[in-house]
């Protein structure tokens, strides 16, 4: 079974600063997608960014970017210029497709709570 | 916003009380998912549906039964409350052929 472990419980940054928030996957498979969402205070789950295995080049979505080493199952999220509206739980999420039938199921790591400083 | 509703927001009920959790979709799509959110344990998948009447278990299903009788709703059933299911849950969707979840805006469940 997949895992996703995500080793630092509680960050925090000071506004306009770059801040990496860390995580590992455990898994057999060489097809898969990584995610991260973010929960703010107001408890919706947002999707931030994804990156598919198959794809070297490291996804980024505006002031977010990932930095995925496959071979060592690593998948970092870097927040750059952050704002106080970053404040908030952020999950890793591994999912596995699926060739047929079924559907694929995400895991999640346990979440980064991150505290932007003004 | 994914068009994905959630009703109610909140509850309170008493254990042994049976529950249903309701979650619309205004957007046809396939995949719909149960989630229960738990402080230490992250996100953990409930129940899923891929299909009308097609559903099957996540990693913690045991106490909760899900259906599914139209593309748009999946409900999500506590037979008989306890305390251990008290939780915030959430619904999400995927399309098909898409990889991403959209997740609605939970349910806080207390079960006293």
């Known amino acids: 079974a997949q895992t996703v472990t995500q080793s630092q419980p509680e960050m925090s940054v000071q506004e306009a600063e770059t801040v990496t928030l860390s995580c590992t996957y455990d898994?057999?498979?060489?097809?898969?997608?990584l995610f991260w969402y973010k929960q703010p205070p107001s408890r919706q789950m947002i999707l931030v960014i994804r990156?598919?295995?198959?794809?070297?080049q490291n996804a980024t979505e505006n002031r977010f970017s990932v930095n995925f080493q496959k071979a060592a199952k690593s998948f970092s999220l870097k927040i750059s210029d952050s704002q106080l509206g970053d404040t908030a739980m952020y999950f890793c999420?591994?999912?596995?497709?699926?060739?047929?039938?079924?559907?694929?199921?995400?895991?999640f790591g346990k979440g980064t709570k991150l505290t932007v400083n003004p | 916003d994914a068009g994905i509703t959630q009703s109610p927001r909140h509850k309170v009920t008493e254990t042994g009380t049976p529950v249903t959790l309701r979650c619309h979709q205004t957007?046809?799509?396939?995949?719909m998912y149960w989630y229960r959110q738990d402080p230490g344990h992250g996100l953990r998948l409930i129940h899923y549906?891929?299909?009308?009447?097609?559903?099957d278990k996540g990693e913690v299903s045991d106490g909760y039964s899900v259906s599914r009788s139209k593309t748009e709703d999946f409900l999500l059933t506590l037979e008989s409350a306890t305390s251990s299911q008290t939780s915030v849950y959430f619904c999400?969707?995927?399309?098909?052929?898409?990889?991403?979840?959209?997740f609605g805006p939970g349910t806080r469940l207390t079960v006293t």
């Open positions: 957007e046809n799509h396939r995949y």
């Open positions: 898994t057999s498979e060489s097809n898969y997608y």
């Open positions: 999400a969707i995927r399309a098909a052929g898409g990889a991403e979840q959209y």
């Open positions: 990156q598919e295995a198959y794809k070297q």
């Open positions: 549906s891929y299909g009308v009447k097609d559903t």
């Open positions: 999420a591994f999912m596995k497709p699926r060739p047929q039938g079924g559907s694929e199921k995400l895991v």
